[in-house]
């Protein structure tokens, strides 16, 4: 293990060890965000020259996704080297300079842990699959043939077909959740959970803030190895695999979302409770169970500090209904859990594509959802781009990167659709992302969208996200406070947050007419700055299309 190198500027701990609570978070990813060196593709120099951009809008952490050494089979989630930059980004160097720029404008670096698998080039997984008998042997998952010669189970690949890959060396399988080249670390060898402590001490040490924890239900596997039952149709969804995906046929109780998980979550927090005011971030792929899953990851002070599910990150449109149903769900099991609410990240299609494609007004529908989103008990993770609208790049077959959508093409086109570059500069063709030809197309229809068309244009989305920000740094209840739903009809979905003495009512009409929210008689004061108008009146609030409101109970 290298030696690691603490970072020149550090935020002042002292200010508050809970930042994380109630936190939004900016998702940078890497290879899209701003390239420095015209190679077409982002890079760690090319974030700091852009974190200016990111601390105006007045988030509180930035995350960004896998930059370490990799072959890029899954640009980046497959990692050969957990304590180095990949070439491509940068160097250690670079990253010091970016956690050092970015505390210096006030915000936390969360960067992204990919703990439960490696690259099949890792040097670990090199000295495992050699023999049976070496130091490493145990350190991925190996398991023998059947009698026939078929896998050891039924398990499945997200990425699609069987978990299993046949090894030649060792003449086993070898497990793998996502591609053959990327094996899965066998989390019941004490020495395997060691080795990736020591990768997150590294980072620590280096005056990282915290980490998002990429699969974090897949860490453990039954060693039992028994097979999945399957799943019955009226039971199957797509929060976690896309419908043409077999990985939904099964009742994933085996392959992941282990109960011996919890011991190494406990063995986690314990390592960042060393360094005061560090937080995780878990990432829970479970289609049946994310919530009651999430709800016992953040359990108590023990594990991980918050967890996100997919229950809006699947197609299914946003409504008030369902956003109630969850909220309430997430209170009932995980009373005293957190939880990190998103609408989009780098794995789904945008959500202007998503949700906002069939609204009379796109623009406005996406302002409203994200005060919503804004505006939930939890903490929020926003994407990159989405604070312009950006909607879902519409990319030929040849121009595919994402192997997941090379394999269920053209049903499923994959992820490469919300990767595409951000876009800086309306009037050039690359955006202003890069001088060289981009790694994914920059679609001409991003340009009008771009950050110098919408900055200092008060009707636009990046100016509402500045201005809806700033309205929540305002008001703490908005950020930590306790939420309770106000009995609400159709399109609209009202609650209070309650922090301390402040109460504040907020209401939220997702639909395109005019709608009102009855409320029993109580008498509110309006909240200013937060851009929406409406109005309240004879004990209820009215609702334009597409609208909000905000005031203290009196």
């Given amino acids: 293990m290298r030696s ?49 951009y990111i601390a105006a809008l007045g988030v509180d952490a930035i995350w960004i996704s896998p930059f370490f050494k990799s072959p890029m089979k899954d640009f980046g989630y497959d990692v050969s080297d957990y304590c180095d930059v990949d070439p491509m980004f940068g160097t250690l160097a670079d990253f010091d300079a970016l956690t050092a720029e970015a505390h210096r404008l006030g915000l936390k670096v969360m960067i992204d842990e990919v703990l439960s698998h490696t690259a099949d080039v890792h040097p670990w997984f090199r000295e495992s699959r050699s023999s049976r008998t070496n130091p490493k ?160 990851y953040t ?72 005060a919503l989103l804004m505006s939930l008990r939890g903490s929020v993770c926003i994407y990159q781009g989405e604070e312009l609208g950006l909607g879902e790049a519409e990319l030929q077959f040849e121009d595919l990167q994402d192997p997941y ?48 068309v919408q900055q200092g244009d008060d009707s636009s989305l990046l100016e509402h996200y500045r201005r809806f920000l700033a309205f929540r740094r305002l008001h703490p209840a908005l950020a930590k406070g306790e939420i309770e739903f106000i009995e609400s009809q159709g399109d609209t979905v009202a609650f209070t947050r309650r922090e301390g003495n402040e109460q504040i009512v907020c209401a939220f009409n997702l639909g395109s007419r005019p709608a009102e929210v009855n409320l029993g008689g109580r008498s509110l004061q309006p909240l200013p700055g937060h851009g929406f108008s409406g109005q309240t009146g004879a004990g209820s609030i009215h609702l334009g299309g597409y609208g909000a409101w905000f005031g203290r109970i009196d």
């Fill in 4 to 52: 690691a190198v603490k970072a020149t500027l550090k935020p002042d701990l002292a200010v508050d060890r809970d930042w994380w609570r109630g936190a939004v978070i900016y998702q940078i990813y890497p290879r899209s965000y701003q390239d420095s060196n015209g190679d077409g593709i982002g890079d760690l120099r090319g974030i700091i020259g852009r974190l200016p």
């Fill in 137 to 296: 042997s145990d350190w991925y998952v190996w398991a023998d043939a059947k009698p026939d010669g078929t896998p050891p189970n039924n398990w499945l690949s997200i990425f699609g077909g069987s978990a299993w890959q046949w090894d030649t060396s060792r003449q086993q399988y070898y497990l793998h959740n996502f591609l053959a080249e990327q094996p899965d670390l066998n989390f019941h060898s004490r020495a395997v959970q060691d080795a990736l402590l020591d990768v997150t001490r590294f980072w620590l040490e280096r005056g990282v803030d915290g980490f998002r924890l990429d699969t974090i239900n897949f860490y453990f596997h039954s060693q039992g190895l028994q097979d999945n039952p399957p799943l019955p149709p009226e039971q199957r969804n797509d929060q976690t695999a896309p419908s043409v995906n077999p990985y939904n046929y099964q009742d994933h109780l085996y392959d992941k979302s282990r109960p011996e998980n919890l011991g190494f979550l406990e063995r986690f927090r314990a390592l960042l409770d060393e360094y005061p005011a560090t937080a995780a971030v878990g990432e829970v792929g479970d289609s049946q169970r994310g919530l009651e899953v999430v709800a016992a």
């Fill in 299 to 370: 359990a108590g002070s023990k594990r991980v500090h918050m967890c996100y599910s997919f229950d809006f990150l699947a197609p299914e449109k946003i409504s008030a209904a369902k956003v109630r149903s969850v909220l309430e769900a997430f209170g009932r099991v995980a009373s005293d859990g957190w939880s990190c609410w998103a609408f989009s990240n780098h794995d789904v299609m945008r959500t202007a594509s998503r949700w906002a494609a069939g609204e009379a007004d796109q623009t406005a529908y996406l302002k409203v959802i994200s």
């Fill in 405 to 452: 959508g090379i394999r269920f093409w053209p049903e499923f086109k994959g992820r490469d659709g919300c990767r595409t570059p951000m876009v800086w500069i309306g009037d050039d063709s690359n955006g202003g992302f890069s001088t060289a030809k981009p790694w994914l197309p920059v679609p001409a229809k991003h340009l009008s969208l771009a950050v110098d």
